[in-house]
Structures are given as structure tokens and as C-alpha cells.
């Protein structure tokens, strides 16, 4: 029922948006996805998708009150090179297995994708029977899992998941080693079905660790140390711009990229090169 409503939400929220899904894997307590995002309005589309999820699982799972997601938790890393994006939707497809869950990644039995799904699955659900109103909303919702632009532009569907397929092997056979590092006992797929939603984990949570913003691969340093430059140039011309605003200039024109400003208050916003 979870992969259901997952799917269903997913597909009445990112085609509206113009977002392209390329995979999306849903573990027990939080989501991974790889999309293309136009018009900057990833904030958009998080929100709509993370308020429908979490008031659809309250009602699933009679949570009368207290919070669906952790505050503060959301990780939105752009992908600033074709070796990222592959690195990453390797790396939404292996997360049960480095999580130590299942021995291979085909054996997840929530949402999840292989490597020959992307540019041919299309997923689909049907309404859930639970909190989305009948006469409100489609009866049905499908979203297809698309190649990237980046391996779109190979012109080549095959060779762009042979790419994807050694990259989610790469990481899978490092994700086993992790586990049997940490010593871990894989669960499996029937051990992963048979637990109960209300199970909360006693292990405790690694605090500290860094959240990237943006991400380059492996062997693209150059890449990297650019993005984060741009980043940093962004920042800088967003706080300056802020400023000006705040002591009353409403002709300031914010940098591109900027979307809070320019969608709630009207600001004026530079265009990409």
C-alpha cells in the first residue's frame, strides 16, 4: 500500500511541475530520487510532494499527532556533471543494500528501479482509497522514469544503461564490503516485509555529518572546485541583494537562481546565461 501511495503522489505532483523523475527508491523513513528540475522550482515540487506524502501516511498509519519528517532533514544536491547524476542514481538504487537490508539491490521491495528501468518503466498506482477525495483527485497517476539529459545526449539508450549498470555494480560490491566491514546481518527480503511500520530503530543516529549541496563525481575536481565557487559568488550576491532590499530598494534585481523572493515577494530576478 505504501509503494502504492508513493507512486500515485509521485505521479499526481512531478509531471504538473515539468519535473522529470529519472529513479526514485523509498526506504522505511525517508525517499531518494534523481530529477530534472526546470524553471527552479525544486522547492515547489518537494513541498507538494513531501505535505501529500506525510498527511496521507498520518492517515495510514493513524499518526494523530507529532511530525512525518524530520525537520531540517531535506538534502538537495545538484549534480553538476554527468558523472555525478550517474553516480547518484547508482547510488538511490544500492541504498538498501549499503544499508544493509538486502543482499542485492533487485531484492528491495519497496519502490526502487534497475538500471535497465530508466528510459523504459513507466510507474503507475492507482488512489489510494484513504484521504484524496474521489471527485478531486485522478483515479490513476504515472510518472515514467526518463533517461537524463546528459545520457540522452549520447544518442544511445543502450549504451547510457550499460554506464548506469556498471556504476550501480561498482557500488553495490563497495555497499556489501561496507556492510560485512561493519559487521552487520543482512535482513533480507522477507525479514524487510514482516516489519512492523510502528518498529522504531535503537541504534543511534550519526550526528555531524556533512550535507553537500552540490555534487561533481568521482575524478572531477575541477568541476567541483568550480561549482563551489559558483555557490559561494551566489551567496555573496544574494546577501548583498537582501540588503539592499531590506533597506527599501525594490528595484534590486537578485541573482539567478533565486526563487523565494522572486515567487513571495515579487522580487526582480536575473535571468541564466
Not at 110 to 116: F, L, M, Q, R
Not at 119 to 142: H, I, K, M, N
Not at 227 to 253: M, N, Q
Request: hydrophobic share 50%; charged share 20%.
Amino acid at each position: 500500500m505504501l509503494n502504492a501511495l508513493f507512486i500515485w503522489v509521485l505521479g499526481v505532483t512531478a509531471p504538473r511541475l515539468g519535473i522529470e523523475v529519472h529513479v526514485a527508491t523509498v526506504m522505511s523513513t525517508h525517499f531518494h530520487m534523481v530529477v530534472t528540475v526546470p524553471h527552479e522550482n525544486v522547492s515547489k515540487f518537494m513541498e507538494r510532494l513531501d505535505f501529500r506524502l506525510a498527511m496521507a501516511l498520518r492517515v495510514l498509519r493513524r499518526f494523530v499527532k507529532g511530525v512525518v519528517w524530520a525537520p531540517g532533514k531535506l538534502s538537495i544536491v545538484e549534480l553538476v556533471t554527468p558523472q555525478a547524476v550517474v553516480e547518484a542514481i547508482a547510488y538511490a538504487i544500492v541504498n538498501p543494500v549499503k544499508a544493509g537490508l538486502v543482499y542485492t539491490a533487485s531484492d528491495w521491495p519497496g519502490v526502487t528501479a534497475s538500471a535497465s528501468d530508466i528510459g523504459r518503466r513507466v510507474l503507475s498506482a492507482g488512489r489510494p482509497s484513504f484521504y484524496f477525495r474521489p471527485d478531486r483527485w485522478a483515479a490513476t497517476a504515472s510518472v515514467p522514469l526518463v533517461l537524463p539529459p546528459c545520457l540522452r545526449a549520447l544518442d544511445d539508450p543502450e549504451r547510457a544503461r550499460a554506464i548506469l549498470a556498471a556504476e550501480v555494480a561498482h557500488q553495490e560490491a563497495e555497499a556489501r564490503a561496507y556492510v560485512k566491514e561493519k559487521r552487520w546481518k543482512v535482513w533480507g527480503r522477507h525479514a524487510v516485509v514482516s516489519v512492523s511500520p510502528y518498529r522504531a530503530a535503537k541504534s543511534w543516529e550519526e550526528l555531524g555529518k556533512l550535507s553537500p549541496h552540490i555534487a561533481a563525481g568521482r575524478g572531477q575536481t575541477d568541476a567541483r572546485l568550480a561549482a563551489i565557487r559558483e555557490l559561494k559568488e551566489f551567496r555573496a550576491a544574494y546577501r548583498a541583494a537582501l540588503a539592499r532590499w531590506v533597506a527599501g530598494d525594490r528595484a534590486v534585481v537578485f541573482p539567478a537562481g533565486t526563487y523565494w523572493m522572486r515567487v513571495h515577494h515579487g522580487a526582480q530576478v536575473a535571468g541564466f546565461d
